[in-house]
């Protein structure tokens, strides 16, 4: 103990004296730097200056100070031959406590009148090095970056005759490297936005890293941003200006569709709101019934495969895909921009467009509309990472891949699955990947016509998607597609008016008067047999679920809907009882080994 030597340099100076005066009290050789020395000594305890030992003055302005073979070999040797001789040879005494924390960076930048001169003074140079060093040589060497470890430290350092023991070394050396790695990540910030910002233009120092957003989910969260920590950002802002939210719906998308795409071969879009798919759907040519029902009907041109694909993510489900931002497996065309062009939505997010695409897109929303362009090479980390209340959460991305493959467990009587059944079965699945579960999804034709997202129940999921993909049939229905409505209804309107139709809510006063303005002669409801009927003319619709059915309610509430395809994971107790309510269906049932819950 009376061999031991201490090295304190500190910007915060709390608990300070106290330490010194303990440290000194059991014989522990002093070192110091600068103002940490001084307010040591004027405070009547001895202390040496680190000049004392690397024989040179502090320079640059207070810039190097600890940075020597003198401090560093002395904190860095091991107790071992080599080491020791090397110490002896150069004449350097080991150091067996460092006491350091660092410069306030993140107070100076902080301040509205903080310049760039006055952040790059702030950053940290020696006291850095000396806690690394420390704390890698934790085996031998204390290193203390909080005053708040001094009192429990002295009273260890006592109580161990100079040993604190390897526990305590081991939990101070990692506080000292969580200081340094939060030191570097709010200095790297900084830069980044000052260097690597989008809103820098022409004065960028090199990728963008970095985009400001307005606030986060709600107005009053700012400041807000999107940034990457290395590399740069996957995405260019074409046009417009997305939010927090709208960036979470365009990444989730625009995952959704490239694996829709690495999947089936096929042009994919969705229709995100809310970090969920409204819609979902590949390039499955439309028939003329098709058309009327997702409203292209009136486009003389032809559709592309990737028009296509959007008019069905879009249209299946209308009142949720109202403002939605959309996701596009391919550079967008003009027949596909043509689509959007018309419909009420935030902004889009593709590999690329075509000028013609592009410049009808800009046009959208007195040109506020947001437009991104994804690298198309951009492939994400492996590892992904949410902060929650403080704490860190941290798993492998899901990387699950979706095929054929994934149905080939078989559980029911009926096994015949059908290229088709089993495209639709993807497009389910993978659409149950990138839902807030619980989910259930039912999809037919190559896209989602029923999705049930978010419940905490399974049997209301599977209700829920249930009663859209039934509302999506009727919208089918001859006198709903015949319904007489005046010239110059918006599309918002008409969108609405159907929905209010086919799931026969009674209005009265206002409502009841608005709703019938829109037509030239008001429609009587449709009668409980007409929709039983019609119903009763769906079949072949394939649904996935993200986890298993707990119970058969779900078989068989699915069937009515038109489900013949079900997949879902096994391990429910209830598993046979869920195969029979298929069996007497007739149905398919695969069990897949795979659970795809999403938050």
């Not at 209700?463 to 209804?489: C, E, M, Q, T």
């Not at 509430?557 to 391990?571: F, H, I, N």
Request: net charge neutral.
């Amino acid at each position: 103990m009376m061999d031991a030597t201490a090295i304190l340099s500190v910007y915060d100076k709390s608990n300070l004296l106290e330490l010194a005066q303990g440290l000194h009290a059991v014989g522990v050789r002093l070192l110091g730097s600068g103002g940490t020395a001084k307010k040591i000594r004027d405070s009547g305890i001895p202390i040496e200056d680190v000049a004392d030992i690397t024989r040179a003055p502090e320079m640059l302005g207070g810039r190097v100070k600890t940075l020597h073979p003198a401090v560093h070999g002395g904190i860095l040797a091991r107790d071992i031959p080599s080491d020791q001789q090397d110490l002896k040879a150069q004449g350097i005494a080991p150091i067996s406590i460092v006491v350091c924390n660092l410069y306030p960076f993140e107070d100076t930048i902080s301040k509205a009148t903080a310049t760039l001169p006055d952040a790059v003074e702030e950053i940290d140079i020696g006291g850095v090095t000396l806690l690394r060093a420390a704390a890698k040589n934790h085996e031998r060497v204390s290193v203390l970056s909080n005053p708040t470890d001094y009192a429990p430290f002295l009273a260890a350092w006592k109580k161990g005759h100079g040993d604190v023991g390897l526990d305590m070394r081991r939990s101070l050396a990692l506080k000292a490297f969580e200081a340094t790695a939060s030191y570097d990540e709010a200095i790297s910030g900084y830069f980044r936005q000052q260097f690597a910002s989008a809103h820098l233009g022409d004065q960028l120092a090199g990728p963008v890293q970095c985009l400001p957003l307005r606030y986060g989910a709600n107005p009053h969260q700012k400041p807000a941003q999107a940034y990457v920590s290395n590399g740069e950002l996957p995405f260019r802002v074409l046009a417009g200006s997305p939010g927090y939210i709208n960036l979470l719906d365009a990444l989730n998308s625009y995952a959704l569709v490239t694996e829709l795409h690495e999947a089936l071969g096929l042009a994919a879009a969705a229709s995100f709101k809310h970090v969920s798919p409204a819609g979902a759907a590949v390039g499955i040519e439309l028939n003329e019934t098709e058309r009327k029902v997702y409203g292209v009907d009136d486009l003389k041109d032809p559709l592309t495969p990737l028009a296509t694909a959007y008019a069905r993510a879009r249209g299946a489900d209308r009142m949720s895909s109202f403002g939605d931002f959309i996701a596009l497996s391919e550079p967008c065309d003009i027949a596909t921009a043509r689509i959007i062009s018309r419909e009420v939505s935030d902004g889009i997010i593709a590999q690329g467009y075509s000028q013609e695409a592009l410049d009808l897109l800009k046009k959208k929303k007195g040109g506020k509309y947001t437009v991104l362009q994804m690298n198309a090479d951009y492939r994400p980390p492996s590892r992904e990472t949410r902060q929650v209340y403080g704490v860190y959460l941290q798993q492998n991305r899901n990387d699950a891949k979706i095929d054929n493959a994934l149905f080939q467990n078989v559980v029911s009587t009926n096994k015949t699955i059908p290229e088709k059944a089993l495209t639709d079965l993807i497009v389910a699945t993978l659409a149950l990947k990138y839902t807030q579960s619980n989910s259930v999804a039912y999809a037919f034709r190559g896209a989602i016509i029923g999705l049930g997202a978010g419940q905490q129940s399974r049997i209301h999921c599977t209700r829920l998607a249930g009663s859209k993909a039934d509302n999506w049939w009727l919208r089918h229905h001859p006198r709903v597609l015949n319904l007489p409505f005046k010239k110059g209804a918006k599309r918002p309107e008409k969108a609405n008016a159907i929905d209010l139709f086919v799931g026969g809510e009674e209005l009265d006063g206002g409502e009841k008067a608005q709703w019938e303005s829109l037509f030239e002669t008001v429609p009587h409801p449709l009668s409980e047999k007409e929709k039983r009927d019609h119903a009763a003319a769906l079949d072949g619709v394939a649904c996935s679920s993200d986890a298993f059915f707990p119970f058969p309610d779900n078989v068989h509430r699915a069937r009515k809907s038109g489900v013949t395809y079900l997949a879902a994971p096994s391990g429910s107790v209830m598993d046979e009882e869920c195969i029979k309510a298929a069996d007497e269906h007739k149905m398919v049932f695969a069990h897949t080994n795979l659970r795809l819950f999403h938050h």
